[in-house]
């Protein structure tokens, strides 16, 4: 089974950067769609940003311009290079794939563990 493992969380200064990685345990190459989103607490997990097996992207709203999503299918990894953190972008973030890897029937979301992202002076 596919694992997903997040890292590169930990506490910045508004205005600071961070760049998360996504190691997956199999090939990338094919998986539809790979994303992060994120959760605060008390918040429902929404959408930061998503890229495509095509290299498309998209972004929610509140971080076009300052996150950048990329995927490296030689390295089985995604990324999120964050830039100009502001506090409210303190939340947990969560690596997702949206696709089908050998043993499942049908296209599916996976997530990651999950890594803490928390921006305060």
């Known amino acids: 089974q596919v694992q997903l493992v997040e890292s590169g969380g930990g506490l910045v200064q508004p205005g600071g950067s961070l760049r998360l990685s996504c190691a997956a345990s199999?090939?990338?190459?094919?998986?539809?769609?790979m994303g992060w989103y994120r959760q605060a607490p008390g918040e429902e997990r929404e959408l930061v940003a998503t890229v495509s097996s095509g290299g498309s992207t998209k972004y929610a709203d509140s971080v076009k311009d300052r996150f950048t999503i990329s995927r490296d299918n030689t390295k089985n990894t995604v990324y999120l290079q964050m830039n100009s953190l502001k506090p409210e972008d303190t939340a947990v973030y969560y690596c997702n794939a949206n696709g089908r890897w050998p043993g499942s029937v049908r296209r599916r979301d996976y997530w990651g563990q999950g890594t803490q992202v928390t921006v305060s002076s």
């Open positions: 199999l090939s990338i190459f094919s998986i539809s769609e």
